[in-house]
């Protein structure tokens, strides 16, 4: 495995008597695009906070580059590019003099303003005013903001928020390539497993607080490998015939479903058909069926407790 860049130690934040973050063990290694999911008002942007030192745990620690976040505020932020909910920059002025406001107070390159925009495919239209660039445009610049520096890990909360499916196809391409040709690390939190699906190497979720899963996306996507469905005439005869071959079934009577949760092969598929139709149920048809992030929440909180 590669180096840590961040990790988190029992990291926690309490508001009143109630955690909004618990015990968070959070490992985001080099080179990764970490997908940090959660359904709204689970934590992400608490945790997203603490981790750039906004806001001051409850408890635990934040370790970035191997360092402590309290001990090494300047040095560690210095490397890290961030955007956090709406970016702020003024509407009355250009692209380019927003982003040159925020290279001067980084004391970044002056090079450096080209890049960024060049990178975020802002160029061509960096001298119009922000305030008439689209949602999708806005979001760019902040993250042309976040480059600035050329930090070593990049932090978005939730970035897509409010982008069109277009909008939301760009960004993802963008995060890709700089993870590819620069090498960055980047932590993208949402509040959709589609739209980090294609992107992130590694995924934590985390629901009411607490991280109920961590690991390489791989085996997220295993484990939410589709469920097949099947529609008979008869779902409780099939499901008995089925039992009978050692096959294990849900039935949802209302829609005359079966449900198979494990993962199948096309011939273990093209078996079960066989064997229904022999046993003179009609087999209207079979499908396949994705679990939702929902799914997947209830599949983990169910594993906790049992
Ligand atoms: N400053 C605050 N004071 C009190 N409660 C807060 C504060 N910030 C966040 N919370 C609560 O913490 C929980 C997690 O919020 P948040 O981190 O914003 O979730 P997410 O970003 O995943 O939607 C929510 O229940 C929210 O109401
Ligand atoms: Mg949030």
New binding site residues.
Partial sequence: MSELIVSTNQLSKK??D?F??KNLNMEVHHGEIYGFL??????????IRMLLGLIRPSKGKVSIFNKDLQKNRFTILKEVGSLVESPSYYGKLTAAENIEIVRSLLDADKKSVDDVLKIVRLHQVKDRLVKDYSLGMKQRLGIAMALLGNPQLLVL??PTNGLDPAGIQEMRELIKQLSREREMTVLI?S?LLSEIDQMATEVGI?NK?ELIFQDKMDVLREKSSDSILIRVNEPLKAQTILKKEGIISHMEKAKQMLTLSTHMKDEEIAYINDLLVRHHISVYRIEEKKKSLEEIFLQFTRSEES
Avoid: L, Q, R
Wanted: no cysteine.
């Fill in positions: 508001y009143k109630v909004s973050v959660g359904p709204n008002g689970a934590g992400k942007t608490t945790t909360d939730e939190s509040h985390i607080g």
